[in-house]
C-alpha cells in the first residue's frame, strides 16, 4: 500500500507535464545521408537521423538504415531497407474508462527497435510539376525491456513487453522544377495506416538545393498529426528538418 501511494504521488506530479505535452510540441530532425549507383537500374544507400522533441530540449531518437532501390522504368521504383532504431519514449500514463482511477504509469524510458520495409513509388510529369506516389509496408519489432511500469490494479511493476507494429504508409507528393534555379520546392502528405485504422497524418513542405549534381541539401517543415495512441512515441508536433544527401 506504501508504495501504491508513493506511485500516485509521482502520477500527481506528472499530470500537469502530461498535460502541456497533449499541445503541439516543436523540435528538429537532421539526417545525412549516402547513395551509391551500382547499375543501371540498381541504387543502393545509408542515411543516418536524430530527432529531438520537447521544443528541442530532449532527444527523441536517433536512427541509422541501409536500402536498395531498383528501378523498372524512369517512372517506377521499388525500394527494400532496415532500419534500427533507438527511441527516447515518452512517459506515459492513462486512466480507466471514468476518466479519473490510474490504470497504469510507464517512466521515460530508452528502446531498441528494429524496421524492415518495402514500397513501390511511381511518378508523372505535368509541365514544370513532378507529381509521385509512393507506397510502403513497414513492420516494426520493438524488444522487450527491463523498463518497469506500474499496475494499479495489481499494485505491482511489470515490464515493458516485446511488440511487433504493421502500418502501411502512404504518401503523395508534388515537386515543382524552377527555371534556371538550383532549389527544387516540394509538398507531401503521408497518411499511417494500421489495423486500427489511421494512426497519423504527416505534412511536409520544404525545398531542395543541388550542388554539382553529386550533393543535395533540404530544408523541411514538418506537422505531424497523432491520432490516439502511436507506438513510435510520436506526438502532435512541428519541426523544422536539415538533410544532406551525397551521391557517389
Known amino acids: 500500500?506504501?508504495?501504491?501511494?508513493?506511485?500516485?504521488?509521482?502520477?500527481?506530479?506528472?499530470?500537469p507535464q502530461q498535460s502541456n505535452a497533449q499541445s503541439?510540441?516543436?523540435?528538429?530532425?537532421?539526417e545525412l545521408g549516402v547513395e551509391k549507383?551500382?547499375?543501371?537500374?540498381?541504387?543502393?544507400?545509408?542515411?543516418a537521423e536524430l530527432r529531438t522533441r520537447n521544443?528541442?530540449?530532449?532527444?527523441?531518437?536517433?536512427?541509422?538504415?541501409?536500402?536498395?532501390?531498383?528501378?523498372?522504368?524512369?517512372?517506377?521504383?521499388?525500394?527494400?531497407?532496415?532500419?534500427?532504431m533507438n527511441v527516447n519514449n515518452i512517459e506515459e500514463y492513462d486512466l480507466k474508462r471514468d476518466g479519473m482511477t490510474p490504470n497504469k504509469w510507464t517512466p521515460s524510458y530508452w528502446g531498441v527497435r528494429q524496421r524492415l520495409y518495402a514500397g513501390v513509388s511511381g511518378s508523372l510529369d505535368w509541365n514544370r510539376f513532378t507529381f509521385s506516389l509512393r507506397?510502403?509496408?513497414?513492420?516494426t519489432y520493438r524488444h522487450a525491456e527491463e523498463v518497469q511500469k506500474y499496475?494499479?490494479?495489481?499494485?505491482?511493476?511489470?515490464?515493458?513487453?516485446?511488440?511487433?507494429?504493421?502500418v502501411l504508409r502512404s504518401r503523395l507528393q508534388?515537386?515543382?522544377?524552377?527555371?534556371?534555379?538550383?532549389?527544387?520546392?516540394?509538398?507531401?502528405?503521408?497518411?499511417?495506416?494500421?489495423?486500427?485504422?489511421?494512426?497519423?497524418?504527416?505534412?511536409?513542405?520544404?525545398?531542395?538545393?543541388k550542388y554539382k549534381k553529386k550533393q543535395t541539401f533540404s530544408l523541411t517543415y514538418?506537422?505531424?498529426?497523432?491520432?490516439?495512441?502511436?507506438d513510435d512515441s510520436d506526438i502532435n508536433s512541428h519541426l523544422i528538418g536539415i538533410s544532406y544527401k551525397h551521391k557517389f
Not at 183 to 205: C, L, S, T, W
Open 1 to 15: 500500500m506504501e508504495r501504491t501511494l508513493t506511485v500516485l504521488l509521482l502520477l500527481a506530479l506528472l499530470v
Open 24 to 30: 503541439n510540441d516543436f523540435g528538429m530532425f537532421y
Open 37 to 47: 549507383k551500382l547499375t543501371s537500374r540498381w541504387t543502393i544507400g545509408g542515411e
Open 55 to 84: 521544443n528541442t530540449r530532449t532527444i527523441d531518437r536517433w536512427t541509422a538504415g541501409v536500402s536498395a532501390e531498383y528501378k523498372f522504368t524512369k517512372k517506377l521504383k521499388a525500394a527494400l531497407g532496415y532500419t534500427f
Open 135 to 139: 507506397e510502403r509496408y513497414q513492420l
Open 151 to 166: 499496475d494499479f490494479d495489481k499494485e505491482q511493476w511489470t515490464t515493458v513487453k516485446e511488440k511487433v507494429k504493421h
Open 174 to 209: 508534388a515537386e515543382y522544377d524552377i527555371p534556371h534555379c538550383k532549389f527544387d520546392p516540394y509538398a507531401n502528405v503521408e497518411m499511417f495506416v494500421g489495423k486500427d485504422g489511421i494512426q497519423k497524418m504527416r505534412y511536409q513542405v520544404g525545398v531542395d538545393y
Open 222 to 230: 514538418r506537422f505531424q498529426n497523432v491520432n490516439g495512441e502511436d
